[in-house]
């Protein structure tokens, strides 16, 4: 690739980013990343009466916890002087043409083409008028809305970055309103007029937007500008169908509160959709190295949250103290971190074990059997408290009692932690101190 690859997320400040959004922001900043490339985030606030200032805020915010901070940003409200000036050159070419129908009368010939089994296009019945038909609305103080002139001279064909092979026929297609009578914009060119303007290389997005692309492509052309590469992914479903409620409302926010780790949401959404396995990368590089538009495929891709939580549970198990220490309580050090990391599912968890460390933990109700071995290790802790405390510990033990296995490790465990599973106890032991296994043997002992 000789260009620059510069990809663009852009979302509309009216809600929250979704699951289905932040999926479609890493494939962006993924594939620009891999090239070497620019991620913009262009905010579409060109419907100022749904979009909220706080909403961009969140973007942004939401943005920078998944890692995934552009390298520009750009808001059309701030734009609106370039698409007037673009807008006026395809007046001038004839590309766009004012139209006067009602909402209720196009409806009415939707609804008639399609009783003949027809269609429902639209029937340009606007590029017939004439200079006078438009003063005479302009006098009865009716404005236009206007529409793009689809080309049909040939078929609009892309290689889809993720489908393949498209065809669209233009003939089939209604040309698309592209303003409204009160002079607001839709959609439609000011999105292209900006991948223009930024040098966009690669538009990729939802397959909810492949008949937009169809039209988007004359769009380029009629602009006088090379066409980029485009490609749409696969939507993404719940992993039981009916989920697909909660993936609208499914983001940042939840995640946080459930204590899933950014790194989790990235390594699960990089992968879903591909056949490739979920891989819980901590390094962000490594993961746009590997990163491949190709290796997604055409199927629905399904977003499972059994699934996040297994991958946030791998990444905890490989994030180092360093990336997490600001987020642990207080004293808690590296050999805590090290300790307990392999037993977590959530972040909040070693905040558990570390109380569990610390203490004060609740003595088990131990039979007297159980007692008095633990009478026994209390002894021995309190006399002798070598490098490896729980293999020298339990090896005296084991010759002392005869005990072995679970009858061996469980009741020690118990007086130890206070709960029948944990971290390895030969990390714990080292942790807890000499003085205080002592007290808790003893206190569980009696
Ligand atoms: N604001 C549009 C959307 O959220 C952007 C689509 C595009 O990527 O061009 O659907």
Redesign the pocket.
């Known amino acids: 690739m000789n260009a620059p690859v510069v990809t663009r997320f852009?979302?509309?400040p009216t809600g929250r980013l979704h699951v289905g959004n932040v999926r479609t922001a890493l494939i962006n900043a993924l594939l620009a990343r891999r090239h070497g490339g620019r991620f913009v985030l262009r905010i579409?606030d060109t419907d100022t009466a749904r979009s909220r200032e706080q909403f961009v805020t969140a973007i942004s915010d939401d943005l920078a916890w998944l890692g995934l901070d552009p390298d520009a940003q750009v808001r059309q409200s701030d734009r609106f002087a370039l698409y007037e000036a673009r807008f006026a050159e395809l007046a001038q070419a004839g590309r766009v043409y004012r139209c006067y129908e009602t909402a209720q009368e196009l409806d009415l010939k939707r609804k008639i083409l399609l009783g003949r089994g027809l269609p429902p296009v639209y029937d340009r019945a606007a590029l017939a008028l004439d200079e006078a038909d438009h003063a005479r609305f302009a006098s009865q103080g009716v404005a236009p809305h206007w529409r793009f002139r689809l080309d049909h001279g040939a078929p609009i064909a892309w290689n889809d970055g993720i489908r393949g092979p498209q065809a669209f026929d233009p003939a089939t297609m209604s040309d698309p309103v592209v303003r409204r009578a009160d002079g607001t914009w839709l959609?439609m060119l000011p999105?292209v007029i900006d991948d223009v303007d930024l040098g966009i290389s690669d538009?990729v997005?939802g397959e909810d937007?492949v008949s937009n692309t169809a039209a988007q492509i004359q769009m380029f052309a009629a602009l006088g500008a090379a066409v980029p590469r485009f490609a749409h992914a696969a939507l993404l479903v719940g992993s039981e169908g009916k989920l697909a409620k909660r993936l609208g409302s499914l983001g940042v926010a939840e995640w946080r509160e459930d204590g899933i780790e950014p790194e989790a949401v990235i390594a699960l959404l990089a992968r879903i959709g591909t056949s490739d396995p979920v891989d819980p990368q901590l390094d962000p590089a490594a993961l746009a190295a590997a990163f491949d538009l190709a290796r997604f495929g055409r199927a629905p891709a399904r977003f499972d949250e059994a699934e996040l939580a297994r991958t946030n549970a791998a990444v905890l198990h490989r994030l180092p103290y360093a990336r997490v220490a600001a987020r642990l309580p207080e004293g808690m050090d590296a050999a805590a971190w090290d300790a307990v990391r392999p037993n977590l599912t959530t972040l909040a968890d070693a905040g558990s074990w570390w109380r569990v460390i610390t203490g004060p933990v609740t003595s088990p109700a131990l039979d007297d059997d159980d007692r008095a071995f633990v009478a026994q290790a209390a002894e021995l802790a309190a006399t002798a408290w070598p490098a490896d405390p729980w293999h020298a510990l339990t090896a005296a033990l084991k010759e002392r009692s005869g005990r072995k296995g679970k009858a061996l490790f469980l009741p020690l465990r118990r007086a130890l932690t206070g709960a029948n599973h944990g971290p390895d106890m030969a990390a714990l032991l080292p942790l807890i101190g000499q003085a205080e296994a002592a007290e808790r043997l003893r206190a569980a002992s009696g």
């Open positions: 852009a979302p509309s579409d959609y999105s538009v997005r937007h």
